[in-house]
């Protein structure tokens, strides 16, 4: 073991324009910031191994933001080995939309779904999104990846560059955070976001995780420097609304940094949580004001004593406070800092199964999409879009499947002592976090999803049956097949790390 030396950044993402808000059917624009976006990112070396750590205020992390990232820090500093940094989103809704991706699709040449939308249109027709906007107060797509790409790679080299001799402890905490978002009916079908006041609905389709992994990070003096928590919940309280937001990210900075100091750095973590979500389906409460998600109806809303409405601001604050609780008193329980451990780093990929369609069901799919295209009678619009999204994506999955049938994806296993930190490319279903934690040799496990890739959700077999958004074909580039896989490949891998333990 050698002594351990940390560094830290944090590096502003909030924009002085206007900018498309990511994470919905329904394109928005931003009105106002109700909280800044940022990317924090953390240095670990011993000399011999490297760890760096970013988290950003995004939905996701395209394939070339994670290159284009890399890339430049390679021509920044020499000493950074650029395979060993991690780029993951904390998955809010209220940040930027950036230019696509260049990835496997597009590389190929096939069809976006909206494409494959207009394709079946006639040109009077065609998409036409809810609001666009151009403009000198206007950041698009490519600016926006421009000015990304600087920012995360000002953050990763800043923390590489702030090193010194630090010190780390473990914690670990509970609270009611992230929630199931499907919900089960007696037919044998789901729905995320589905009515649960029906006599046909049965249950959730899965559980929910409570667990707050959690690690601090002290300099050689014993002042605490950093937080990092890791919740099996994405952030997006605030995910339809009109303005920039960190979600409730942001709530647990402002109120860490009230009783630790503004220079306290914190990093948020997302764990396996494809199918999780702040909101409690059986308490349902309505949203304080109207939202466009075309996957959310509610008939016969009964007004229930419960939480406040987390779709608004008031309920991403007690989201914040219930996670800052939680560090507070994990913070108190700390007995053993170390500035020396074990730190190990490998960077793999890993080929995965493509999810697959038969002919029969993408024939099906065209004559879904002739009889929508024969019945429309003005514009489509992003409800269109979703209630087309299981058709256009079958359509574009049957076309990738004719160049490829599997799916490379980077994961990355690290050892920072007892700890093993585990990272995948997707919406990550809980179920698989839970049996990677659960086999895992590590007294504590770190997961992270949505992290250098972007592939979607990764669905159970339980769900692929019960169907609907999340669970579609459509909705991700793996099955459960290879969720299977995966499971196997990282823990055998976070194993082997800790065979000696």
């Given amino acids: 073991m050698n002594k351990l030396n940390i560094g830290w950044s944090e590096v502003s993402i909030t924009p002085d324009k206007k900018i498309g808000l990511a994470g919905q059917f329904a394109e928005r624009i931003s009105e106002y910031v109700e909280t800044p976006v940022t990317v924090t990112a953390l240095a ?27 890339e430049n820090v390679k021509g920044l500093n020499s000493e950074i080995d650029t395979d060993k940094i991690i780029i993951s989103a904390i998955h809010t809704h209220t940040s930027h939309v950036y230019a696509r991706e260049s990835n496997n699709e597009q590389e190929t040449g096939l069809r976006t779904f909206k494409e494959i939308l ?6 009077e027709k065609q998409y036409v999104p809810k609001v666009s906007a151009k403009g000198d107060d206007f950041m698009d797509g490519k600016e926006a990846f421009l000015f990304l790409e600087e920012r995360i790679t000002k953050a990763v080299v800043e923390a590489w560059e702030n090193r010194r001799s630090g010190k780390f ?71 339809h609304r009109m303005f920039i937001s960190s979600d409730y990210w942001g709530k647990v900075k402002i109120l860490l940094r009230e009783k630790y100091g503004e220079d306290l750095f914190v990093l948020g973590l997302c764990s396996a949580a494809g199918d999780q979500c702040p909101r409690d389906m059986i308490r349902w409460v309505n949203p304080e004001t109207p939202i466009d ?14 939480d406040p409405s987390m779709f608004d601001i008031e309920g991403s604050w007690l989201v914040g406070k219930r996670i800052v609780n939680e ?72 076309e990738l499947q004719h160049t490829r049938d599997i799916e490379p994806v980077e994961i990355h296993i690290a050892r920072l002592g007892n700890v093993a930190i585990a990272t995948n490319p997707f919406e990550l279903f809980l179920d698989y976090g839970n049996q990677i934690r659960a086999r895992s040799r590590a007294r504590q ?24 958004y999340s669970a579609y074909v459509s909705s991700g580039k793996v099955g459960h097949a290879g969720g299977e896989m995966l499971v196997r490949k990282t823990t055998e891998e976070i194993n082997k790390m800790f065979k000696e333990a």
Wanted: net charge negative.
């Fill in 44 to 70: 670990i070396e011993d000399g011999e191994e490297q760890l760096i750590i970013c988290s950003c205020d995004l939905v996701s992390i395209g394939e070339n933001l994670l290159e284009k990232v890399r």
């Fill in 445 to 468: 496990t770190i997961l992270i999803q949505l992290a250098c890739g972007k592939c979607g959700y990764l669905p159970t077999e339980k769900a692929e049956k019960g169907s609907h």
């Fill in 118 to 123: 207009d394709s079946y249109l006639p040109p």
């Fill in 169 to 239: 402890a473990q914690g670990f905490g509970r609270a009611a955070i992230g929630m199931c978002r499907r919900v089960c009916y007696s037919d044998g079908s789901a729905k995320m976001w589905g009515d649960t006041n029906m006599a046909s609905f049965t249950e959730l389709e899965g559980g929910n995780d409570s667990g707050i992994e959690m690690l601090f990070f002290y300099d050689e003096n014993g002042k605490l420097t950093g937080v990092v928590g890791d919740i099996a919940c994405p952030a997006q309280v605030l995910e």
């Fill in 327 to 398: 560090m507070e008193m994990a913070l108190e329980r700390v007995r053993t800092k170390y500035d020396e451990a074990v730190l190990k780093h490998e960077k793999l990929t890993i080929d995965l199964p493509l999810r697959r369609v038969t002919p029969a069901e993408y024939e099906h799919a065209k004559e879904a999409l002739e009889s929508f295209a024969a019945k429309v009678e003005d514009h489509v619009n992003f409800d269109d879009n979703a209630k087309m999204h299981i058709h256009t994506g079958t359509i574009m999955r049957y």
């Fill in 293 to 306: 998600d075309p996957n959310i109806e509610r008939n016969d809303y009964i007004e229930r004593d419960a």
